[in-house]
């Protein structure tokens, strides 16, 4: 027969490693459902900010004077970029075309922002998405034309 004591040794041991179950159940699912909310809010800026300005940048200066502009959309990591170059020009160190793409940042609740001319070990630019507006959004293609531009890429 078990002694009282021993029985509510265990009962405390068995609550206490429930309760701490249940707070890391809980707070994984607080974390999806923040993250979840992120994209959806990244997205809806993405489609409403991101995009529109680099339509604007491609379709009113750059085409009109000659350079090739590809926007593309890539949902598996929830990314906008614009490919710009003339002729075949593809960078040296990635052989890609030269772009600047715009992402969900993959462990923080922030847009990042990556070029083909950046080197490795991280996004040139990150903030967060309070900040991001047409402004932004032209501010950091032109930086990054007027890199490729001048041919330091």
């Known amino acids: 027969m078990m002694k009282d004591e021993t029985r509510a040794g265990f009962e405390r041991a068995l609550i206490g490693y429930e309760t701490r179950i249940k707070a890391v159940a809980s707070a994984k699912e607080e974390k999806y459902a923040q993250r979840h909310q992120f994209e959806v809010e990244y997205r809806r800026v993405r489609d409403s900010v991101i995009i529109p300005a680099l339509k604007q940048i491609a379709e009113e200066l750059l085409e009109p004077r000659g350079w ?14 614009l490919e710009i170059y003339r002729g075949d020009v593809k960078t040296v160190s990635s052989g890609e075309r030269a772009f ?6 993959a462990h923080a609740p922030q847009l990042t922002v990556h070029t083909s001319a950046q080197s490795q070990g991280g996004p040139q630019c ?3 998405l309070e900040e991001v507006s047409d402004e932004f959004v032209q501010e950091r293609v032109l930086e990054f034309f007027q890199l490729l531009a001048s041919g330091r890429r």
């Open 100 to 105: 600047i793409s715009f992402r969900a940042a």
């Open 68 to 81: 090739k502009c590809n926007l593309r959309f890539i949902e598996q990591t929830i990314e906008a970029s």
């Open 126 to 128: 990150t903030c967060p």
